[in-house]
């Protein structure tokens, strides 16, 4: 984050202050205490931070410092907004065809993280699927606001922009800090990515500010750093799919120093014709994905999580399988259309009791 510390270089010194005074004001064996905070203010959703510190005013600090990290890299992220005074995903897909644009580095390690991640799953997240999902966007929000007029794109229109997908066609100039999309046709969205790797840096952020036994969940993305101050493990449950249970859940999980993310067609869809069709688009068939209910993804690294998340969620259960089981690090956990639980090779070892 080394953008983001030239931004806001006052926060960590003033922290360190902070940290000093509250310190010195508590016996040397106080016990910390567990505390959290609730914020609005990045990725359209909800960002928890939880942690545990000698004072609430210490731990105000640590989780204010996180969420100003998170916005930073929300507004870099943006392909909606215009930011004052920076260059966004939004500056470079409106300048596709035209002509490269200068970014910060946090930018162009987004992009080359993404194009790992699209060689690792086979094409199954592509950031570069802009055009094809900027046309189901706009249906669905058409839908929601017109339910009886509600519709799908036709094949013809979903054809025609996935012409405009290719992932090779971004021109990335590190010596000169550009970016370039060589269709004008073309744009990029990094909902499948882009939460997750925010997470995760922000999270390397904190482990270098010295914080520890800490939570950081953004919209579900959750990034656990250290156990708690007893060394016992995190204790999280995954969204039960089916919002109308009584069961909020559908197993618990223990973590620590590892990431969670959930991938379901619960969280945003639309309904034509009494079908529902989720956000989630396989860039194989054009349509949104319909072979399960979630998938959730524990892996070490929270950009990785999102990003495999969405790739399995666009794969049929044995195919996603076979896949997360050769994938190094990573474990999986699917809620099948009929309701039932299929787990990866080794997932059950996070199950708490």
Not at 224 to 250: C, R, T
Not at 268 to 278: K, L, M
Request: hydrophobic letters at 35%; a negative charge; one cysteine or more.
């Amino acid at each position: 984050m080394s953008n983001f510390k030239k931004h806001i270089p006052f926060l960590a010194a003033v922290l360190m202050v902070v940290l000093g005074l509250g310190i010195s004001i508590y016996q040397k064996n106080a016990q910390p205490e567990q505390y959290k905070k609730i914020y609005i203010d990045a990725f359209d959703t909800v960002t928890q931070i939880i942690g545990y510190a000698e004072s609430e005013e210490i731990f105000s600090e640590q989780a204010n410092t996180i969420n100003q990290a998170l916005i930073y890299y929300n507004d870099l992220y943006d392909i909606y907004s215009i930011r004052e005074g920076v260059n966004n995903l939004r500056t470079i897909n409106y300048n596709a065809g035209k002509e490269p644009v200068k970014v910060e580095q946090e930018i162009i390690d987004l992009l080359k993280f993404s194009i790992n991640l699209y060689d690792k799953t086979n094409g199954q997240t592509n950031i570069a699927l802009g055009s094809v999902l900027k046309l189901w966007h706009n249906y669905r929000n058409y839908g929601i606001d017109n339910p009886s007029e509600a519709a799908l794109p036709s094949l013809e229109e979903l054809q025609e922009a996935a012409n405009h997908c290719d992932i090779h066609n971004i021109i990335i100039d590190e010596e000169a800090s550009t970016v370039y999309l060589n269709d004008p046709e073309m744009s990029l969205d990094v909902g499948s990515i882009g939460k997750g790797y925010a997470v995760q840096k922000v999270a390397e952020y904190a482990r270098e500010l010295g914080y520890n036994n800490m939570v950081i969940s953004v919209g579900g993305n959750i990034s656990v750093i250290g156990p708690k101050p007893d060394d016992s493990l995190w204790k999280f449950g995954v969204q039960n799919p089916d919002l109308e249970s009584e069961q909020a859940s559908v197993a618990s999980v223990n973590l620590v120093d590892t990431c969670l993310v959930t991938s379901g067609d619960y969280q945003r869809y639309y309904t034509v014709d009494g079908v529902d069709y989720c956000h989630i688009i396989d860039p194989d068939t054009l349509m949104p994905a319909d072979y399960c209910k979630s998938v959730t993804v524990i892996t070490p690294d929270s950009g990785e999580a999102d990003a495999l998340s969405t790739a399995v969620f666009c794969m049929p259960y044995e195919e996603g399988l076979a896949f997360i089981n050769t994938y190094e690090n990573a474990e999986a956990m699917w809620v099948l259309e009929d309701g039932s639980i299929q787990y990866s090779s080794n997932f059950k070892s996070y199950l708490a009791n």
